[in-house]
C-alpha cells in the first residue's frame, strides 16, 4: 500500500487541508493531521498501522492509499485518457463561422497577425459559401452521439456594418433548421444589428472592454482612429435591453489590471449588472511572441495572486476549475476529467469564407493548420492537420505523462503549444479555487 501519486493537497485553514485527486474524482477536506501524516509517506510504503482503520478504508476507498504501482497508476491514467478522448470524439462537435477576416480595428495584441488580415481581409462569406457549410455541419453532426444546435460568429470582426446582408443571411437560415448564435464581437457596430439580438438568433455576445476609456482607447484602437469606449458602452445596453447575454472579456496585464475595479464600479452604476445578464470576466492576456520576454504579462501564477487580493470579484479565467470543485463538493458527485483541453482537439469546426476549415479560431488563416476543405457539400479533410490535432490530448503530450493534473486540466491549449508547450499551471488554479471555496464558506 502506497499513497497516490495523483493527490492534489491544498491547505485552506491552520487545520484543514481540501484534497483532490487527479483520477478518482475524490474532493475531500480533512483535518491538518491527515493531510501531514499523508506527507510524511509520500516516497514511502504506508505501514499497516499508519491510521486507524476507518481513516485507512475511506482513503483507500477515495484513492488516496493505493495498491498500484507508480507506473500502474500512470498506465491506468493514459488508458482513461484515451477512452475520455475517445467518447468525445464521437459525442461533441462545435461550429464557428469566420463571416470575414477584415476588421475595423487594430488592436496591439491581436493573434490574428497583420500578415493573415491584409492577405485574407478583404473577402468575407457569401451565400454560395453559408449554405456549403450548413450542408457540412449537416453531415458532421449526423455522425455525432449529440448534434450542436450553435453556431458562433466570429472574425476579423463578424458583425461590422457592410456585412450586415450577409449575418441576416447566415441567421435566418439557421434559425430555419433550428440553430442559435452567439458572436465574438467588439460591438462597435452592434447597433445595426439589434433586430437579430434575441433568445431565439444570436442570444449572447461577447464583447471586450480593456479597462475605462483613456486605457480602453489605447488597446482597443479603431483603424480610423476614432474612440471606441462609449460607442461600445452604448451597445451593451442594446443588447441587455434586447434580453440577450452580454459577456464582457477583460484583457488582463500587467498595465491595465487596475481599472478593472474602476470599470466594474461604472457598468454597476448604469445598471447593466442589475438586469443579471452581464457577466465580467478577467482573462490573462498571453504573450503571443515566445521569442520575447516580456515582463508586461502576468504569469498564471500571478495573476490568480492578484485576483486572489481582491477575492475574485472581477472574474478569472481558471478554465472551470473553481466551478468543476464547487459542484462536485454541493452535488457529492464526482469531479468530471477529461482528455483534451478544447473542442479544436475532438470536434471543433471552423468554417472560412474561402471554404477552408480550421480546428481553433486561434489558428485561421494559417495553412499549416488547415484541416478540410467544404465546397460542393462535402468535406475533404486534410488527414494529416487533423490527427495532429486530434491526438494532441495528455496521453501523447509528454510534459503531462505523469502530472497528476493532467484530466483536470486537458493538456492546455494546442494552439499555443505546438512549437513549446505552455503549461496551464493547474495546481495553481486548483489551489486558489480550494482556498476561494474554503473562504465562501462552501466546503464548511
Known amino acids: 500500500m502506497r499513497l497516490s501519486s495523483y493527490i492534489i493537497p491544498t491547505k485552506v485553514d491552520n487545520d484543514k487541508y481540501l484534497l ?29 498501522a499508519a491510521f486507524d482503520e476507518n481513516i485507512k478504508t475511506t482513503l483507500m476507498s477515495r484513492g488516496y492509499l493505493t495498491e498500484k504501482s507508480i507506473q500502474e497508476e500512470y498506465d491506468y491514467v493514459s488508458r482513461m485518457a484515451d477512452l475520455l478522448h475517445r467518447k468525445s470524439m464521437l459525442s461533441f462537435a462545435g461550429f464557428t463561422f469566420v463571416v470575414t477576416y477584415d476588421c475595423n480595428f487594430r488592436c496591439p495584441y491581436c493573434f490574428e497577425r497583420e500578415s493573415v488580415c491584409s492577405r485574407l481581409g478583404g473577402r468575407s462569406m457569401t451565400r454560395e459559401v453559408v449554405d456549403a457549410a450548413y450542408k457540412a455541419i449537416d453531415a458532421v453532426n449526423k455522425s455525432r452521439l449529440r448534434p450542436s444546435r450553435y453556431i458562433t460568429l466570429f472574425g476579423g470582426e463578424p458583425l461590422l456594418k457592410e456585412n450586415l446582408a450577409i449575418v441576416e443571411y447566415i441567421v435566418g437560415k439557421g434559425v430555419e433548421q433550428g440553430f442559435k448564435f452567439r458572436a465574438i464581437t467588439n460591438s462597435y457596430d452592434l447597433n445595426y444589428f439589434a433586430h437579430l439580438l434575441s433568445n431565439d438568433k444570436i442570444n449572447s455576445v461577447q464583447t471586450t472592454i480593456d ?74 492576456l498571453i504573450n503571443h511572441e515566445d521569442n520575447k520576454l516580456d515582463e508586461s504579462f502576468f504569469t498564471q501564477k500571478e495573476f490568480v495572486k492578484e485576483h486572489a487580493k481582491n477575492k475574485f470579484e472581477y472574474g478569472c479565467k481558471d478554465f472551470g476549475t473553481y466551478s468543476k470543485l464547487y ?3 454541493s452535488t457529492g458527485k464526482p469531479l468530471p476529467y477529461k482528455a483534451s483541453f478544447c473542442g479544436a482537439q475532438h470536434g471543433s469546426l471552423v468554417f472560412d469564407p474561402f471554404y477552408r476549415i480550421y480546428p481553433c479560431w486561434e489558428v485561421i488563416g494559417e495553412k499549416e493548420h488547415e484541416t478540410g476543405y467544404y465546397k460542393d457539400g462535402a468535406i475533404v479533410w486534410n488527414e494529416e492537420n487533423l490527427s495532429r490535432w486530434n491526438n494532441s490530448f495528455v496521453s501523447n503530450i509528454p510534459e503531462c505523462q505523469g502530472c497528476k493534473c493532467a484530466l483536470l486540466c486537458g493538456g492546455g491549449c494546442p494552439a499555443h503549444s505546438f512549437n513549446r508547450h505552455h503549461c496551464t499551471c493547474m495546481a495553481d488554479l486548483i489551489h486558489a479555487a480550494a482556498q476561494r471555496l474554503y473562504k465562501n464558506e462552501i466546503l464548511k
Open 211 to 284: 479597462g475605462m476609456a483613456e486605457m480602453h482607447n489605447s488597446k482597443r484602437v479603431h483603424r480610423d482612429g476614432v474612440p471606441t469606449f462609449y460607442r461600445i458602452i452604448e451597445n451593451m445596453k442594446i443588447a441587455l435591453d434586447k434580453g440577450i447575454e452580454v459577456g464582457v472579456r477583460f484583457n488582463t496585464d500587467k498595465s491595465n489590471f487596475q481599472e478593472m475595479v474602476a470599470l466594474k464600479q461604472y457598468l454597476n452604476e448604469l445598471g447593466y449588472a442589475d438586469t443579471g445578464r452581464l457577466v465580467f470576466d478577467s482573462a490573462r
Open 20 to 48: 483532490v485527486h487527479g483520477y478518482t474524482g475524490a474532493v475531500d477536506l480533512v483535518d491538518s493531521a491527515v493531510a501531514e501524516c499523508l506527507s510524511v509517506y509520500a516516497n514511502v510504503d504506508v505501514p499497516e
Open 327 to 329: 459542484k462536485a463538493i
